[in-house]
């Protein structure tokens, strides 16, 4: 997202983050396929509750992958939230890398949303910026900065979270730490109901 003239600019941002859909064989399950409909309803809830006390308009912003990313967008555009989809590779590779193991009706909707939404790609200085972080890490801090310069108030991180380390570098709890850094607001959504409900 570019700089553009405050008038111009959302009253908040929403920034989302959260688990993928758990891959075939998963050893630790985080998000079972079965639990996308409570998912969608604790996604859902966030959204209007910041809808509810934004004061003015809201924009929204998510990477795509299957599970959280994929159904905040679409829950956004059901409540009136413009997005856009932020890609830390280019579509293609990034549908394999996140979006495939989820299963042909998760690559469909990703391919919708390419269709339909704005698509920032992270940019190749930030992608080899010679730091010693991962791609994923890179795109977090991406992301958060974009969010902040593309709002004259308050950014919130809308957070599908377990409360647990990831897989690997630049995950759920990676954005979050960085977040909590930089002075965004966290609205924690608890992950650990998708295994029990």
Request: glycine letters at 12%.
């Given at each position: 997202?570019?700089?553009?003239?405050?008038?111009?600019?959302?009253?908040?941002?929403?920034?989302?983050?959260?688990?993928?859909?758990?891959?075939?064989?998963?050893?630790?399950?985080?998000?079972?396929?079965?639990?996308?409909?409570?998912?969608?309803?604790?996604?859902?809830?966030?959204?209007?509750?910041?809808?509810?006390?934004?004061?003015?308009?809201?924009?929204?912003?998510?990477?795509?992958?299957?599970?959280?990313?994929?159904?905040?967008?679409?829950?956004?555009?059901?409540?009136?939230?413009?997005?856009?989809?932020?890609?830390?590779?280019?579509?293609?590779?990034?549908?394999?890398?996140?979006?495939?193991?989820?299963?042909?009706?998760?690559?469909?909707?990703?391919?919708?949303?390419?269709?339909?939404?704005?698509?920032?790609?992270?940019?190749?200085?930030?992608?080899?910026?010679?730091?010693?972080?991962?791609?994923?890490?890179?795109?977090?801090?991406?992301?958060?900065?974009?969010?902040?310069?593309?709002?004259?108030?308050?950014?919130?991180?809308?957070?599908?979270?377990?409360?647990?380390?990831?897989?690997?570098?630049?995950?759920?709890?990676?954005?979050?730490?960085?977040?909590r850094a930089g002075g965004a607001r966290v609205v924690l959504m608890?992950?650990?109901?998708?295994?029990?409900?």
């Open positions: 997202m570019s700089a553009v003239p405050n008038q111009a600019r959302p009253a908040a941002v929403l920034l989302f983050t959260g688990h993928r859909l758990d891959a075939p064989g998963r050893p630790a399950p985080r998000f079972p396929a079965a639990a996308e409909p409570l998912a969608e309803e604790i996604i859902t809830a966030a959204i209007a509750a910041e809808l509810a006390n934004a004061g003015g308009p809201v924009a929204g912003l998510a990477g795509g992958a299957s599970g959280g990313d994929i159904l905040f967008h679409e829950i956004a555009a059901r409540l009136a939230v413009p997005t856009e989809l932020f890609l830390a590779l280019p579509p293609v590779e990034y549908c394999a890398a996140s979006v495939a193991d989820g299963g042909e009706g998760w690559v469909s909707r990703f391919e919708a949303l390419c269709d339909s939404l704005p698509i920032r790609l992270l940019p190749d200085e930030v992608r080899g910026d010679g730091r010693r972080l991962s791609v994923w890490e890179r795109s977090n801090l991406w992301m958060l900065d974009s969010a902040f310069d593309w709002t004259v108030g308050g950014i919130s991180l809308l957070a599908l979270w377990n409360g647990e380390g990831g897989d690997g570098p630049g995950g759920t709890a990676d954005m979050v730490a960085r977040a608890d992950a650990r109901r998708l295994l029990s409900g």
